[in-house]
Nanobody
């Protein structure tokens, strides 16, 4: 089975930066998409960024465009989320997710992903 382990969360002041990492191990070996999602208390889980691993095409939620960058190290089966200019609204539990099938539409929809990590907390204070 596939395991996804996130790291890099923490507390930061508004305007600061954090870098999240997600390392994949186990099967399936070929992951078509890897993504980051977040869930704030009382809110639904939402897609933040996703990466199509065959060509590294990226997808972002409008709320994070220009501030967050998703990238991968395919050799290490690791995906990163560089978060800059953080805002208090970015406070949430951040989850790494992966999918081995092709996603035709709604690439940032949580229900398109079958594999999930345990999450890492990001807290941004004003």
């Amino acid at each position: 089975t596939l395991q996804l382990v996130e790291s890099g969360g923490g507390s930061v002041q508004a305007g600061g930066s954090l870098r999240l990492s997600c390392a994949a191990s186990g099967y399936p070996v070929n992951l078509t998409y890897m993504g980051w999602f977040r869930q704030a208390p009382g809110k639904e889980r939402e897609g933040v960024a996703a990466l199509y691993t065959p060509n590294r095409r990226t997808f972002y939620a409008d709320s994070v465009k220009g501030r967050f960058t998703i990238s991968q190290d395919s050799a290490k089966r690791t995906v990163y989320l560089q978060m800059n200019s953080l805002k208090p609204d970015d406070t949430a539990m951040y989850y790494c997710a992966a999918e081995s099938s092709y996603i035709m539409r709604w690439k940032l929809s949580p229900n398109k992903y079958n594999y999930w990590g345990q999450g890492t907390q990001v807290t941004v204070s004003s």
